[in-house]
């Protein structure tokens, strides 16, 4: 069983920064992906980044260029530096885990964007 906990939301004034951490533990021993996603009210769940063990980061076109996307093997941690922040990237944030074929979810943090 994989564990997976975000930190780092909080409240940001537009054109702030923020940076989110997601911390997998359990009997892990190499996870193949982590990635960031997001829920806005009255929204679908969309992608915001991910990156593979080796690979190389995507991104979705609303974030390419303000968010990266970075990932510390060694401690099973992903995080998301979010600058240039707009209102509209105001959403609960999820990390994902890609873990031996299955898929696991943090309970998400709250980033909001407002002056």
């Known amino acids: 069983q994989v564990q997976v906990v975000e930190s780092g939301g909080g409240l940001v004034q537009p054109g702030g920064s923020l940076r989110l951490s997601c911390a997998a533990s359990?009997?892990?021993?190499?996870?193949?992906?982590m990635g960031w996603y997001r829920q806005a009210p009255g929204k679908q769940r969309e992608l915001v980044a991910t990156?593979?063990?080796?690979?190389?980061?995507n991104y979705a076109d609303s974030v390419k260029g303000r968010f990266t996307i970075s990932r510390d093997n060694a401690k099973n941690t992903a995080y998301l530096q979010m600058d240039s922040l707009k209102p509209e990237d105001t959403a609960v944030y999820y990390c994902?885990?890609?873990?031996?074929?299955?898929?696991?979810w943090g309970q998400g943090t709250q980033v909001t964007v407002s002056s």
């Open positions: 994902n885990v890609q873990y031996n074929i299955r898929s696991y």
């Open positions: 359990g009997s892990i021993f190499s996870i193949n992906a």
């Open positions: 990156i593979i063990s080796g690979g190389r980061p």
